[in-house]
């Protein structure tokens, strides 16, 4: 039966999570009165930013904390825990009859409270140019995405180098496997045990150890990213790309993918 599922054997050696550096105990000890301080900070220089501001119509400040645990009755325990503090704002800029917002969000593991003035600063900013902005003449130009665009363009493929999805026919990628399908200087690999990224873990939620997979190696299209099951359905083993919730079942999930540079 190609979707019968055959959970794996704990592996004899399993890395430290820890290694991966997803959990500061510092953070834990931030208070609210200090992320208090921190919002309001963020506000001020929003409003010294610019004579433009009118409004700071959204900002929010926060410390997350998660844990997870996989147990099966094959001999698998694996648990991890991470954390971060993070923030949001929004900068509301008004010239004349035109208005236009721009937002910046900061995430990280490290409590740095000078970061209060760069989110600030950074969303007037983007408002400012977007207020600034005038119609682009038709033709061929140039484009040049900076930091924040490009994943976001890029993620909107992601969900292509899914088994599942392929098998579902939901993937462009269907029957590509082997073929060229983005320019030769295009590589993209996923990434799970790179330090302090996201999505970084060294066993998925099936209890398969992950590891990096190349998706794309000189513009040729190398491997989807399987879990069990949709292995099975294409004779293949699973490359520990297994995604679950508490509520839900098992989904095809990428870890830290990567463009190198």
Excluded at 20 to 45: D, K, M, R
Excluded at 167 to 193: N, W, Y
Aim: charged share 20%; net charge negative.
């Amino acid at each position: 039966d190609p979707t019968e599922v055959m959970l794996p054997q704990a592996p004899a050696n399993i890395p430290d999570p820890q290694d991966l550096e997803l959990f500061n105990p510092e953070l834990e000890q931030l208070t609210v009165e200090e992320l208090g301080a921190f919002g309001l900070e963020i506000e001020s220089t929003a409003r010294q930013a610019d004579a433009r501001v009118t409004a700071v119509p959204y900002l929010v400040v926060s410390r997350s904390n998660s844990a997870y645990r996989i147990v099966s009755t094959h001999g698998v325990d694996y648990q991890q825990r991470e954390n971060d503090v993070g923030a949001y704002s929004q900068a509301l800029l008004e010239d004349g009859d035109r208005r236009k917002s721009g937002g910046h969000m900061w995430a990280q593991r490290k409590w740095d409270p000078s970061q209060s003035k760069v989110i600030g600063s950074l969303a007037v900013s983007k408002a400012a140019d977007l207020l600034s902005a005038s119609p682009v003449p038709g033709g061929p130009v140039p484009v040049v995405l900076d930091e924040y665009c490009a994943p976001q363009l890029l993620s909107l493929y992601f969900s292509c180098f899914s088994a599942e999805a392929a098998q579902k026919g939901q993937s462009r990628l269907h029957g590509q496997l082997g073929e060229m399908i983005a320019d030769e200087s295009i590589d993209l690999t996923t990434e799970p045990h790179r330090v302090g990224a996201g999505s970084s873990r060294y066993m998925d939620a099936e209890g398969i150890l992950t590891r990096s997979v190349p998706l794309i190696t000189k513009g040729r299209f190398e491997q989807f990213m399987y879990h069990i099951e949709s292995a099975r359905r294409d004779g293949r083993e699973s490359n520990g790309h297994a995604g679950r919730s508490y509520g839900g079942g098992i989904v095809t999930s990428g870890h830290n993918i990567v463009m190198p540079t």
